[in-house]
């Protein structure tokens, strides 16, 4: 029987059923589901999985590459800009390549339904000349993982599997192939390699040489890929497909009874073969990507050839995802007359949750910063960049993970007095650390608000790293003063109690900390709901 | 047969466990299911929605194309009309009149019914009311889902047998007044609903 699982999920399962001995990851829209289905269910193998979530995704990529040093089966997984922070991880294990298979599961948020931006990770994938898989369906996705271990144990490096926000959280019923019991993970066999794995210019240079070698390889296999097939048609018109761009185009092909011919490309680098075959065959192509418009760029050419349409000429939408309405469009198919959505419709946008200590620290802080001519506050990226929002209206920047401290740091040595920054607890353990001991090392006047709501709460309250005493003690180490490391607890009872600490600490010209402890409410109600469950 | 469907609602209000049971339902009876949901940022309070398709043959997209919805299933008045351009001319409207305003500009009551009553025949549900009459305010979804039964495709029978197991977990009780809600909701929807 079928069972129902979100994209996410059903990478992995057929990750559990690849034989993975773990999976290593930091949580982040839409990629968190693949490590939790794991963490619930990896409980039906019979060996154990690693399963706990790293600090950040470079940590997690380098973990994951360890394993496979190790001889055994890792998946590593981040959302799009997650790759940003293990990239050059990433791109040097392609040049050493890898011992037991390694896939890496990126999830692009195309849209931005809950990111800073679109990035396309297929663009990593050609930078770092590696295999990329683009499933899709969700039946497609959990056989790809399975295929790709299999893959990247034969080529012998990593695979970037890539899926896009729609079908990581959209569910339908996928088929497994192999039983929990039966699941069988490799054995320990750490490759002494030192040729390889030790990167110093004389092994780079020949690894980097047995990289390029292999690319006319790669090509090969794609060739051959199953996820690269050519639906026969007729017409004039011709469909080069990408990834979930293919169920758009398959949607109005059916829906229209139409017979363009179609090909599906979900394994690069480009099967050209069967490229040639396509544009051989018809006089116009439309190239629908979900992403970027990375290869139609790249078949267009510098001189532009004017018998390609896509996403480059306007034919699709140059921003966004696609859907069967942007794809009708794009095949000349009229506009749909449909009912406009009335005029006193008015946007509903997120908000902290009603009870958030988030909401108690920005009140605190609003008080404290409308007493400076000069109040910007810098900021990051959790649930607490919601404070951007009315009514707070209480930080000014939200730019990449653990940027709030070093920028406010940039700020305070341009001269900006106060210089605050606002981060939460997961956001400071994956990059404000480091971003602080700078602080430190240059005595720059700066107040670092940590919101500690002992959990990673935007992505769905996963455990972060450190947590309570743990991050005092983490910033004790990193050489804040007592007298300026301060915890308060943001709750309406103590609001006048945190404004004078807030004060006094926004005032003293060094780095200060103060950290506001109070759970989450979410987590707090589950813990409650479920005492056994640990958040 | 295929049948789409808006889910709409509020994030926290959970319309993801009525979709859980047309999904269990869907798969029940043998037919393909397709179901895109909300995770991250919007679940915060914001504006949610779900597209679920069932269908006998196979589904390639997720997402519903405009003017394709047969129902927009909403638990709340305004989030109703937010997808208006999904529904189909013949579609049809199944909505809370709970509203739920955690913004400014909300509209009038009045204002709300007046977009609704454009619509094809809509089902306006006055869900908590019939949800506390079915024992508890946490039954209003198993309302709305019960007054959307007659659009959905699904017998309302297997509708029943799929409540039963997905809330068996909880307890026998808690799982009846689900299914009385949901009756509830049903017996509501057969009232108002003028064929079409
Ligand atoms: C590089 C990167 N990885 C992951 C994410 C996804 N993400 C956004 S906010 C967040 C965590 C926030 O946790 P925390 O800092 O504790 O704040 P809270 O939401 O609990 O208030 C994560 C993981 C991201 N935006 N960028």
């Known amino acids: 029987m079928k069972q129902l699982l979100l994209g996410a999920e059903a990478i992995a399962l057929g990750a559990l059923d690849a034989g993975i001995s773990g999976v290593y990851a930091y949580p982040g829209t839409p990629s968190t589901e693949i490590t939790e289905y794991i963490q619930k269910n990896k409980g039906d193998c019979e060996q154990p999985v690693h399963s706990t979530w790293s600090v950040n995704e470079k940590t997690a990529y380098e973990a994951a590459l360890g394993m496979s040093y190790a001889g055994r089966r890792s998946l590593v997984c981040m959302k799009h800009v997650g790759l940003n922070v293990a990239a050059d991880a990433f791109i040097n294990s392609a040049i050493t390549g890898v011992n037991g298979g390694l896939v890496v599961a990126v999830a692009d948020d195309p849209s931005m339904h809950s990111s800073q931006n679109e990035q396309d990770s297929r663009v990593y994938g050609k930078f770092a000349m590696v295999p990329v898989i683009e499933p899709a369906s969700q039946q497609e996705l959990y056989d790809a993982v399975r295929y790709a271990f299999d893959f990247s144990e034969s080529i012998k490096l990593p695979v970037l599997l890539r899926l896009t926000t729609r079908l990581a959280h959209s569910r339908a019923g996928v088929e497994s192939a192999v039983s929990a019991v039966s699941r069988i993970q490799k054995t320990l066999n750490a490759l002494y390699a030192p040729e390889r794995f030790v990167l110093m210019p004389h092994n780079a240079r020949r690894q980097y040489n047995n990289l390029l070698g292999m690319q006319d390889k790669l090509e090969e296999d794609s060739e051959n890929s199953w996820l690269n097939r050519l639906l026969p048609g007729t017409g004039t018109i011709g469909v080069l497909a990408f990834g979930i761009a293919f169920n758009y185009v398959m949607e109005v092909r059916e829906a229209f009874g139409l017979d363009y011919p179609v090909l599906k490309v979900g394994h690069y680098p480009l099967p050209r073969k069967k490229i040639d075959a396509l544009f051989n065959s018809c006089d116009t192509i439309l190239v629908a990507e979900e992403g970027y418009p990375v290869y139609e760029e790249l078949l267009r050419g510098y001189f532009g050839n004017t018998h390609i349409k896509g996403r480059l000429d306007g034919t699709l939408p140059r921003a966004g995802e696609l859907n069967a309405d942007s794809v009708a469009l794009a095949l000349g198919l009229a506009k749909k007359e449909v009912i406009p959505v009335p005029a006193i419709m008015v946007n509903r946008p997120p908000e902290l949750c009603k009870g958030c200590g988030h909401r108690d620290l920005y009140e605190a802080l609003n008080t404290v910063m ?66 602080l001991l700078d602080a430190i090392n240059d005595h720059s006047p700066l107040t670092v608000i940590i919101a500690d709501n002992d959990t990673t709460a935007m992505t769905g309250g996963q455990n972060s790293s450190a947590n309570g005493s743990r991050l005092l003690d983490i910033c004790r180490g990193l050489g804040v003063e007592d007298a300026h490391l301060r915890a308060i607890i943001p709750l309406k009872s103590h609001l006048a109690e945190n404004i004078a600490v807030l004060m006094e600490e926004i005032s003293w010209e060094g780095v200060s900390v103060v950290i506001a402890q109070r759970e989450c409410i979410e987590t707090a109600a589950r813990k409650k709901r479920n005492p056994a469950a640990k958040a | 047969m295929q049948i789409n469907i808006i889910l709409a609602g509020v994030g926290g209000q959970g319309i993801l466990t009525i979709a859980a049971v047309i999904d269990h339902a869907a798969l029940q009876s043998g037919l393909t299911v397709r179901q895109a949901e909300v995770h991250g940022m919007s679940q915060r309070g914001g504006a949610v929605q779900s597209h679920l398709r069932i269908s006998d043959r196979e589904i390639y997209s997720d997402l519903i194309a405009e003017g394709t919805a047969n129902l927009i299933l909403s638990v709340e008045p305004l989030e109703a009309l937010r997808y208006l351009p999904f529904l189909a001319p013949d579609g049809r409207i199944v909505t809370s009149t709970d509203s739920f305003i955690n913004m400014e500009g909300y509209p009038t009551m009045e204002q709300i019914f007046d977009e609704l009553h454009r619509t094809n025949h809509p089902v306006l549900v006055n869900a908590a009311e019939l949800a506390r009459e079915a024992g508890s305010i946490r039954t209003s979804n198993m309302v709305m889902l019960g007054a959307a039964a007659p659009f959905i495709g699904i017998a309302a029978e297997t509708l029943e047998a799929s409540i039963e197991k997905l809330f068996q977990a909880k307890g026998a009780d808690i799982a009846a007044m689900n299914i009385r809600a949901f009756r509830t909701g049903q017996a509501l929807s057969q009232l108002q609903a003028t064929p079409t």
Do not use: W
């Open chain 1, 370 to 435: 409308s007493s400076h001519e000069q109040h910007h506050v810098f900021s990051d990226i959790g649930c607490y960049t919601l404070g951007a929002l009315a009514p707070y209206n209480a930080i000014h920047t939200c730019v990449d993970m653990g940027a709030s401290i070093t920028m406010a740091k940039g700020a305070a040595d341009a001269g900006l007095r106060p210089a605050v920054a606002v981060i939460g607890d997961s956001t400071f353990t994956h990059s404000g650390m480091t971003g």
